[in-house]
């Protein structure tokens, strides 16, 4: 098993595979390192593909206190990943939780972003749903602390974005919710309250999500409600960043839609590979409807 080590101390499980252009993958609040394995064994053929287990989730630590837990160190463990295998720079993909880190990773350390693919974000960022979303994270935390993983998986499992992956593949989400259930009691209530609970809106970040130069793609399921007005705000202010919206998908993307998801995620990294993904043509005016003179 392979461990690199963060800058308070922790160790973090960490898988690879493949060689080439690195692509870290980050995972979200309901998954883990598993969860990226339809990616891991695609884009294993042409690239140097790297998925962590985030603090909190098994195999890596698992710390006790509150204070282990927040956004700028869920960007910081993501660096502590990339300079233990001493990769100067990678393709970050990050979903839900992992797509917050991927974003806050540009702003802060885009130098070592190659690329940012942002999929399934937006949780808690929209402003008029920022108290609600902190005390339903709050409750969600009780919940793992009082039912345990495996009892309360059953619930989380079936929210109103991950019942698509159900209908679409029952046996693919049977394996979503069985590893849920596995999951550290412990490691995903303080996450739920520690990182969910408190990061700070997107929207606070507009200045330097205009100035950011990270080329983005920003993926959503079209019944992934609370995320699309997020994706759309993040392409409209992200210069160099382009929108992808997968039909009747909720939002365990890479699980639920992994052959679109996929081949759109490699024209992606082609693209970006030949410096063929560029800032908005400035001639595409927002403002403007049609051209009169």
Request: charged letters at 25%.
């Amino acid at each position: 098993m392979a461990f690199a080590t963060t800058k308070d101390g922790l160790t973090l499980y960490f898988e690879e595979t493949g060689s080439g252009i690195p692509v870290l993958f980050i995972h979200e609040f309901g998954g883990d390192h598993r969860d990226w394995e339809p990616q891991m064994q695609h884009f294993g053929s042409t690239y140097r593909c790297i998925s962590y287990a985030a603090r909190g989730y098994p195999p890596s630590d698992v710390p006790s206190e509150l204070s282990n837990y927040s956004q700028e160190l869920a960007v910081d463990d993501a660096i502590a990943v990339l300079d233990h295998l001493e990769l100067e720079s990678a393709h970050i993909v990050g979903l839900s939780m992992g797509g917050f880190t991927a974003i806050h990773m540009g702003i802060k350390y885009p130098e070592r972003c190659l690329s940012l693919c942002v999929a399934g974000c937006g949780y808690g960022a929209e402003k008029k749903y920022e108290e609600y979303f902190k005390n339903v994270s709050l409750e969600v935390a009780k919940n793992f602390e009082e039912q345990g993983a495996k009892e309360f998986a059953k619930i989380y499992s079936l929210g109103a974005s991950r019942v698509q992956f159900q209908n679409k593949n029952p046996r693919g989400w049977e394996e979503f919710a069985r590893r849920l259930s596995e999951h550290s009691s412990q490691g995903s209530a303080l996450t739920m309250r520690g990182v969910q609970a408190r990061r700070p809106s997107l929207y606070d970040f507009e200045d330097d999500l205009k100035s950011m130069t990270v080329p983005t793609l920003i993926v959503n399921g079209d019944e992934d409600d609370h995320c699309l007005q997020v994706g759309l705000y993040l392409k409209r202010v992200i210069p160099a960043s382009g929108l992808l919206i997968l039909p009747k998908t909720g939002h365990t993307l890479n699980l639920e839609a992994p052959e679109i998801f996929n081949v759109r995620l490699s024209e992606f990294l082609n693209l970006v590979s030949n410096k063929k993904w560029l800032p908005r043509d400035p001639r595409a005016n927002p403002e403007q409807v049609m051209r009169t003179d």
